[in-house]
């Protein structure tokens, strides 16, 4: 309402008479009001439902369930519904959200927006109380009455939460005992205290717990159909049910194996004997032993061993156990005397003549008894021998022989050991060390030597040495040593020896043909058997090679018999084959100086090779032996009696170098090149200082070739 709008009607009222009234407003307190206007006017279907919940009997059994329908939200609109000087129109509504149960076991609560709907549970509770949430809602449009006339306000919009709790009544259970129809017992097993009642029958309703005892037992001592009778009582009633069964027989028979059975090999037994007591049956009928083997077939040792009870209705036990196999009786030996050489070899076996035992698979172990003196071999003469025979369990039996030694009447004996001996090597020292497979009938430890033929290894070939063995008690015989002398180029198997050299040559050396012969002569290839000595060059074969004439590092293969050798063959460019005349050493005396000038003969450099030469002056010293300093071209004079000389090389013929200074410091100087069997010339010149007398001045020149 606008302000301007009362101001106008107080004028009005003002003339009209004398009345008065509040000049203020009451609108602020519409909103209050409003909430109770909306719960007044959903108070009405609500009471109903509350009626209901309260009034309605849950009913006994489960499932079943009550309803009750309201209008929708419980809405109600408010057509000038008049509170507290406001005037309110609209609708108003309860909006339930929430409804929870105190035993949801016995009442299980579902809504929509217009019903509930009750469940009847397991549970078994008298009295459920309901808790109701729900919000109270409204929408109105308000007036307010102002001097006995009607104004209108703000709008009101409103919600607020509420719980309502309601105790719904439920019809209590009474006991219902339902027998099964199929029940089944076993044939003289039947016992109440383990064969629970409860799972033969139904209990459908109760108060409280159940309890049972047994008024008349089945009679299960046979086959066939049969009644019990039992009692069942809650907190509140009991009753007698007759309870049907059909006597069966599903039991297998019952028996206890020992464990473990332990038999002695080769005795009979009965497998009657392997349980602790006779075996049984619920049908109390003799009962079937069925063994999954017979326990007289099994061998020593640990076996598993398996049984079956079946009783005449076919039912079937599986039992098992360990069988254990056991020899504890020694076996029956019989003994034998022997003979034997001196050193010869005697086993236990050699005093036995016969063993059997109750293991028929054996195998027997024989040996000397060690608490008995074991047999010497080499105690001439007649001696006591005692013996132990074991089967495989260990049992033992003892017994004693006799043994006979023959006196020692035979020599040591061994073979040659090939000896591999470079030219004008030495053989070993120790005869011992060349013969192999010593062998006597004494310990070969005792057995001595010594070369009565040193070998002569002066020369390529096969030869031998000569080692005499003895033994302690005098017997003797010659043992012939191979020996092999070859050169630091061989290599052998068992068979042959064979030698072979790497080489180097020019590549103008090497033929257009017949190549494989001219590899064997120039690798100078030979080749020996070793069981003869004799050389058999002719059989060495190249099997390959690469060869080209070339410059090159190049492998062939020589063979004989499975014996190969790789040489390394080395193949020079034929241009850098140089072959040059040149002064074996530069001496200048007395005789080339002349006036403190020096001039000394002409020397010659012949190129002998087929390729061009470039020469070169790599170096320049003055011998150890020289008395006089040589001094560079651009040093000072000297002066006085100083005895110094500066030299130099000039060209002569092929040659045509400029003037190079002969001095230790000057090196790599190029003279020329010279052409296949072209002479190149020099000369030396230079200056003297001092008086020549008594003095050497000897120079060492050297001079670099290379092939161009």
Known sequence: MKKSSISLIMAFVCIIGSLSFPTYSFASDSGATAAGVAQDATEAEWNKLDTFLTQALIPKKEGTSVSYDYPTNFETYCTNWEMNEYNFTGPAKRVITKITSSDPNTVIPTYTDHSINLTRGKGNTGLVQLDIEYDLEWRFYVEEKVGGIWY?????????????????????????VIPKKNNTIELNLFDATFNDPFNYVDVLSHAGTVNWSMEERPIDSRLGVTTGKFRFSDNNESMLVTVPFTVIDTTPPTGILINPIELELGQKSDVNDFFVSPPKDNGKQPVTIRPDSDPNSLGLGSHNFGVKLIDNLGNTASLSTTVIVKDTTPPKVISKDATIDYGGTVTEADFIDHVSDNDINGPFSFSFDKSKPTPDNKKVGIQDVYLEVSDPSGNITKVQAKLTVNPDNVAPTGNGILQMIPVNGSI???????????????????????????????????????????????????????????????????????????????SNQVPASKMEEWILQESQSKTWELSSGNEISQQIKVIKHDVKPQFGSYTATIQLGNLTKDITINILDAKDLIDVTIPQKVIFGSTDVQNGEVSSPSYEVKNNSTAKLKVSLAKMQVDSSSTIDVIRANDIEPSGKDEKVKLSLSSLEEFQFPMIELHPSVANQELGILNSQAVGGFQIKGAYYGKYQNTKCNIQMTFKFEAI
């Not at 939460?161 to 719904?168: A, D």
């Open 152 to 176: 209108q306000v703000n709008d009101r919009i409103g919600s607020f939460h509420q719980t309502k709790s309601i105790m719904v009544n439920v019809s209590k259970r009474s006991l219902d």
């Open 428 to 506: 070993s020292a120790n005869p011992l060390d060349v013969v192999t497979n010593l062998q006597d009938n004494d310990a070969i430890s005792k057995i001595t030597a010594k070369y009565i033929k040193i070998p002569d290894t002066s020369k390529i070939g096969l030869t031998d040495a000569k080692v005499e063995l003895s033994d302690q008690n005098g017997n003797k015989s010659e043992v012939t040593v191979p020996v092999f002398v070859h050169d630091h180029h061989s290599i052998f198997d068992d068979q042959y020896v064979l030698s072979s050299q790497n080489f180097t040559v020019y």
